[in-house]
């Protein structure tokens, strides 16, 4: 049975940088992609970071381009989010997600959350000063 547990998160003042930890667990994680997703006050889920294992790309939103990193290491079943300078706006709470989908880019599983049949517990990142 295919279970994410995520670590990480917290207080951070803007400019600083934190990263996310999602450990998952009863599944090969070679063989699923895997998603990065965050959710502010009244708004909608929105994807953060995609990796496909149909292509091997990774997708980012253009919010975060340039600021965040996503990454897995399959030996240890973990997937990282690594978020450098970060700002207000990233202030929300942060989802993993996993699922077996060899034919779909990474693009389009950041579009459409419902890909993905399995969800980390989600975890608050709050930036401020």
């Known amino acids: 049975q295919l279970r994410l547990v995520q670590s990480g998160g917290g207080l951070v003042q803007p400019g600083g940088s934190l990263r996310l930890s999602c450990v998952v667990s009863?599944?090969?994680?070679?063989?699923?992609?895997v998603g990065w997703f965050r959710q502010a006050p009244g708004k909608d889920h929105e994807g953060v970071s995609c990796?496909?294992?149909?292509?091997?790309?990774?997708d980012y939103a253009d919010s975060v381009k340039g600021r965040f990193t996503s990454s897995r290491d399959n030996a240890k079943n973990t997937v990282y989010l690594q978020m450098n300078s970060l700002k207000p706006e990233d202030t929300a709470v942060y989802y993993c997600?996993?699922?077996?989908?060899?034919?779909?880019?990474?693009?389009?599983?950041?579009?459409?959350?419902?890909?993905?049949?399995?969800w980390g517990q989600g975890t608050q990142v709050t930036v401020s000063s």
């Open positions: 997600a996993a699922g077996y989908l060899p034919t779909t880019t990474a693009q389009e599983m950041c579009a459409m959350p419902g890909h993905f049949g399995s």
């Open positions: 009863g599944v090969t994680l070679s063989n699923y992609a």
């Open positions: 990796m496909a294992t149909s292509d091997g790309s990774t």
